[in-house]
């Protein structure tokens, strides 16, 4: 069974920093693309940066460009978004997801992935 859990939210002042994880579980970690995205209240959910676990290709969205850090840790099975200059537009629940089978053009549309975690809450106050 496909688990991802998020964690590593939290709150914190604008300018700030904070790094979430996401610990995958029941498959095949290499060689997919994981992506975290985000959903602020009365938003759609948007994508915010991908990465193929095999090759280490990145994608990022213009608006987290120079400020966001997608990584992992392949031994440990774990996704990490590392989060810097942190604003208040950045406040959202972010989410880890999945997408196990094949490529695709578009790395940072929901509709691209199988699998989503259940969220780990960001606030940044100004």
């Known amino acids: 069974q496909v688990q991802l859990v998020e964690s590593g939210g939290g709150s914190v002042q604008a300018g700030g920093s904070l790094r979430l994880s996401c610990a995958a579980s029941?498959?095949?970690?290499?060689?997919?693309?994981m992506g975290w995205f985000r959903q602020a209240p009365g938003k759609e959910r948007e994508g915010v940066a991908a990465?193929?676990?095999?090759?280490?290709?990145?994608y990022y969205a213009d608006s987290v460009k120079g400020r966001f850090t997608i990584s992992q840790d392949n031994a440990k099975r774990t996704l990490y978004l590392q989060m810097i200059s942190l604003k208040p537009e950045d406040t959202a629940m972010y989410y880890c997801?999945?997408?196990?089978?094949?490529?695709?053009?578009?790395?940072?549309?929901?509709?691209?992935?199988?699998?989503w975690g259940q969220g780990t809450q960001v606030t940044v106050s100004s």
């Open positions: 997801a999945a997408r196990l089978y094949g490529g695709t053009a578009l790395p940072l549309a929901i509709t691209e992935y199988n699998y």
């Open positions: 990465i193929y676990t095999g090759g280490g290709t990145t």
């Open positions: 029941g498959y095949t970690y290499s060689s997919v693309l």
